[in-house]
């Protein structure tokens, strides 16, 4: 049975800090791709990282560049989502996904407030 499953966030002030983890199972984790989405309140759901199967290529979209960083242990069967220098407009909820596979996992709250 494949599992994606979040976990990491909460509340955090503005110029704080949050790892985000993503634990997977039940697929060759090591041979696929992964990406973390983020979902604000009536917003349209946003990609904010890419990371290819090895670790090699990772993407970012403008709005995270510099702050967010992706990675992955292989050996864990996990990505994470380091986020420094958070934003306000960070807050979301963050889910990760296997997109060739088409899974996703439920989710979790990041909540960015002074």
């Known amino acids: 049975q494949v599992q994606l499953v979040e976990s990491g966030g909460g509340s955090v002030q503005p110029g704080g800090s949050l790892r985000l983890s993503c634990a997977a199972s039940g697929f060759t984790f090591s041979s696929f791709g992964m990406r973390w989405y983020r979902q604000a309140p009536g917003k349209e759901r946003e990609l904010v990282g890419e990371i290819g199967p090895r670790g090699n290529m990772v993407v970012y979209p403008d709005s995270v560049k510099g702050r967010f960083t992706i990675s992955r242990d292989n050996g864990k069967n996990a990505v994470y989502l380091h986020m420094n220098n958070l934003k306000s407009e960070d807050t979301a909820v963050y889910t990760c996904?296997?997109?060739?596979?088409?899974?996703w996992g439920r989710g979790t709250e990041v909540t960015v407030s002074s």
């Open positions: 996904n296997a997109p060739v596979l088409g899974f």
